[in-house]
């Protein structure tokens, strides 16, 4: 399903936000307007292969004219310090030193950079979202796992091999669940889909919608849910201290439900001094920051080339 906007440009940009169970993608102008999105499932199983086939078959329905010359793309886990390679995605199955830059870019015609999806997701909320005019922000994607991305002194903190931030994988709980990274109890595993599948039998949309006509249990639900996830934003904001800390991802949608409890968990955790000024919200831009942030960094890296140049 793609949807059109009039607009034209000399050098516009490709942004793809590829997750577990959905690909977002959108073409934007230089400046971030956007101009065409679509939104597809992700190929089940989510291998490599068939992701790889996926994204060439938007790209090409999304940009028939090939207006875009540059594509970024946000994927759940780290890159290589090229931005080339996706290292291992742990939701995604046989993603491990991935060349998907280097696979795409003949079949696209087009130069192609990656990044991580959380950090996507700042970047975006810092171009043209709730971020902005903020130098110190922690964003957590919330769905089906749990991502984020770091900005300091608003520059993005990648760390010295490109593989920050990963704030879901912190360990909260030494005896939780076990995670795909190989941790045990991490945040993602008390704040992802598949956490909130362990707290009710209700799918997230089905509590949502149940917590926002009033029905206690899921008003309940929601408060236990936003009182583990405050637990591990406790340690994020003990780390970073930062001015904001964003709630983005499928789940975010839920956030009037879960913030209060949220913010009472970090309230009584964080020593005042700590927590100075700080604001916790859902993202403004909704499930659309990552593929924004991705088309911002897409510009940043590669600078809007033509791919032959």
């Given at each position: 399903?793609?949807?059109?906007?009039?607009?034209?440009?000399?050098?516009?940009?490709?942004?793809?936000?590829?997750?577990?169970?959905?690909?977002?993608?959108?073409?934007?102008?230089?400046?971030?307007?956007?101009?065409?999105?679509?939104?597809?499932?992700?190929?089940?199983?989510?291998?490599?292969?068939?992701?790889?086939?996926?994204?060439?078959?938007?790209?090409?329905?999304?940009?028939?004219?090939?207006?875009?010359?540059?594509?970024?793309?946000?994927?759940?886990?780290?890159?290589?310090?090229?931005?080339?390679?996706?290292?291992?995605?742990?939701?995604?199955?046989?993603?491990?030193?991935?060349?998907?830059?280097?696979?795409?870019?003949?079949?696209?015609?087009?130069?192609?950079?990656?990044?991580?999806?959380?950090?996507?997701?700042?970047?975006?909320?810092?171009?043209?979202?709730?971020?902005?005019?903020?130098?110190?922000?922690?964003?957590?994607?919330?769905?089906?796992?749990?991502?984020?991305?770091?900005?300091?002194?608003?520059?993005?903190?990648?760390?010295?091999?490109?593989?920050?931030?990963?704030?879901?994988?912190?360990?909260?709980?030494?005896?939780?669940?076990?995670?795909?990274?190989?941790?045990?109890?991490?945040?993602?595993?008390?704040?992802?889909?598949?956490?909130?599948?362990?707290?009710?039998?209700?799918?997230?949309?089905?509590?949502?919608?149940?917590?926002?006509?009033?029905?206690?249990?899921?008003?309940?639900?929601?408060?236990?849910?936003?009182?583990?996830?405050?637990?591990?934003i406790t340690s994020?904001?003990?780390?970073?201290?930062?001015?904001?800390?964003?709630?983005?991802?499928?789940?975010?949608?839920?956030?009037?439900?879960?913030?209060?409890?949220?913010?009472?968990e970090v309230e009584?955790?964080?020593?005042?001094?700590?927590?100075?000024?700080?604001?916790?919200?859902?993202?403004?831009?909704?499930?659309?920051?990552?593929?924004?942030g991705a088309a911002?960094?897409?510009?940043?890296?590669?600078?809007?080339?033509?791919?032959?140049?």
């Amino acid at each position: 399903m793609t949807s059109d906007a009039s607009g034209h440009s000399s050098s516009q940009v490709i942004g793809i936000d590829l997750g577990g169970t959905a690909i977002k993608l959108a073409r934007f102008s230089r400046s971030g307007d956007l101009l065409a999105e679509a939104q597809l499932p992700t190929p089940q199983p989510a291998v490599p292969g068939a992701v790889t086939m996926a994204l060439c078959e938007a790209v090409e329905e999304l940009d028939p004219q090939r207006l875009a010359a540059v594509v970024g793309i946000g994927l759940p886990g780290p890159m290589d310090a090229a931005a080339r390679v996706a290292r291992v995605c742990i939701n995604l199955p046989g993603w491990e030193e991935v060349p998907l830059a280097d696979w795409l870019e003949p079949r696209l015609e087009r130069r192609v950079t990656l990044a991580n999806d959380g950090n996507c997701a700042v970047v975006g909320e810092a171009w043209r979202g709730a971020a902005q005019g903020y130098g110190d922000v922690v964003l957590l994607t919330l769905g089906t796992g749990v991502g984020g991305g770091v900005l300091l002194n608003g520059s993005l903190f990648t760390g010295h091999n490109g593989a920050a931030a990963e704030p879901g994988l912190i360990g909260v709980d030494p005896e939780g669940p076990a995670c795909n990274s190989g941790n045990r109890g991490s945040l993602e595993q008390f704040a992802s889909i598949g956490a909130l599948r362990r707290l009710s039998e209700r799918e997230p949309r089905e509590l949502g919608r149940a917590a926002a006509a009033g029905d206690p249990e899921a008003l309940a639900v929601w408060e236990r849910y936003g009182s583990s996830l405050g637990v591990g934003i406790t340690s994020l904001v003990y780390m970073f201290t930062p001015q904001l800390v964003l709630l983005g991802g499928g789940l975010a949608g839920a956030a009037p439900h879960f913030l209060p409890a949220l913010r009472r968990e970090v309230e009584s955790r964080v020593q005042a001094v700590s927590r100075e000024g700080l604001r916790i919200e859902a993202c403004a831009l909704g499930n659309g920051a990552g593929r924004l942030g991705a088309a911002r960094l897409a510009l940043q890296r590669l600078g809007g080339m033509m791919s032959d140049s």
